[in-house]
T-cell receptor, first 113, second 119 residues
């Protein structure tokens, strides 16, 4: 089955620790995105990648980092510099940057205490 | 800058009735796309319907239709014959081309509307 997987579904970390969220897609999509969602809010773009080995900052990139070494994978690291990391994180992909709709993964709910 | 406004924090509808979820947008870019997504309590975002700014006809997908009024900059979602499974959060989103004319696919989301379908 084609789709986007994110693991784990729930993640708990202590303050001051870096944590990496996984995102894998087998849709053969070029573009991938990371969004953050806070309770009762819409999604905000953290980082996006149009193609392998390339990525750009979104609207709220501070305290986050990404890599895109493979077409299928776009992991997000939440660093200790992110002041309010507790949130719901959604990964998405699309055929290309401006092509078609974005397909979303099931999300990872990160709680930092 | 682009902006999406959803003014209805919550909506209630009786099962089998139709409901309209409001969305207004703001952009100076002539080329853009409008999307509606559904987010059930599980959290996953489910794509429902798309309308391009140059599309002449309103988009329809099964029980979903998009009432696109370009002059008013509105893109309301109409759900016909509501079902209990339609209860969820609904987001309107917009994608525009950037100043250089090459869209990088960024979606700007509204705050969402929680729809509750009563039996």
């Amino acid at each position: 089955d084609g789709g986007i997987t994110q693991s784990p579904k729930y993640l708990f970390r202590k303050e001051g620790q870096n944590v990496t969220l996984s995102c894998e897609q087998n849709l053969n999509h070029d573009a991938m995105y990371w969004y953050r969602q806070d309770p009762g809010q819409g999604l905000r773009l953290i980082y996006y990648s149009q193609i392998v080995n390339d990525f750009q900052k979104g609207d709220i990139a501070e305290g986050y980092s990404v890599s895109r070494e493979k077409k299928e994978s776009f992991p997000l690291t939440v660093t200790s510099a992110q002041k309010n990391p507790t949130a719901f994180y959604l990964c998405a992909s699309s055929l290309g940057p401006g092509l078609g709709e974005q397909y979303f993964g099931p999300g990872t709910r990160l709680t930092v205490t | 800058a682009q902006k999406i406004t959803q003014t209805q924090p919550g909506m209630f509808v009786q099962e089998k009735e139709a409901v309209t979820l409001d969305c207004t947008y703001d952009t100076s870019d002539p080329s853009y796309g409008l999307f509606w997504y559904k987010q059930p309590s599980s959290g996953e975002m489910i794509f429902l319907i798309y309308q391009g700014s140059y599309d002449q006809q309103n988009a329809t997908e099964g029980r979903y239709s998009l009432n696109f009024q370009k002059a008013r900059k509105s893109a309301n979602l109409v759900i016909s014959a509501s079902q209990l499974g339609d209860s969820a959060m609904y987001f309107c989103a917009m994608r525009v081309a950037n100043a250089g004319g090459t869209s990088y696919g960024k979606l700007t989301f509204g705050q969402g509307t929680i729809l509750t379908v009563h039996p």
